[in-house]
């Protein structure tokens, strides 16, 4: 039971753990914000564009009365729309954030030569060839 606790603790201590848990909160809470978004804000505006059609309350009843079975298909217009709408700002995010990170790659700095005579790689300031001897022009 000891080594159970021990390998837990290890487990959770982990930083990848604590990063994964971060993300999954921050997750939590962006979801909360995108779903406002689209209740609020995109399902308002398609009600407008649609003569004041409620979108979400779309749905097809199986039965009469109170318990009769009801398919939500726009609850699930909805819930696609949601996810189109997390994928962009994702994709976004991501977009912004590769921007910035993304370095320049810098030419490496060219500090040798060939001689034209042996081929060999001399220094750049060189006016003799260490390796052959001539005397070299440019």
Do not use: W
């Not at 609020?40 to 003569?51: A, C, K």
Request: with cysteine.
């Amino acid at each position: 039971m000891k080594t159970f606790i021990k390998e837990f603790k290890e487990f959770i201590s982990r930083g990848n753990v604590m990063d994964m848990a971060v993300g999954v909160i921050i997750g939590g809470a962006f979801t909360a914000i995108v779903n406002s978004l689209v209740n609020d804000v995109i399902m308002p505006l398609l009600s407008l564009l649609t003569g004041g059609f409620d979108f979400t309350a779309l749905c097809i009843v199986f039965g009469e009365g109170e318990n009769a079975a009801t398919l939500n298909y726009g609850a699930f217009i909805s819930a696609v729309i949601n996810f189109i709408l997390i994928a962009l700002v994702i994709f976004l995010a991501i977009k912004a954030i590769n921007k910035f990170t993304r370095k320049k790659k810098e030419e490496p700095k060219v500090t040798t030569k060939e001689c034209p005579f042996c081929k060999e790689k001399i220094a750049l300031e060189a006016t003799r060839c260490p390796h052959c001897t001539s005397e070299l022009t440019d």
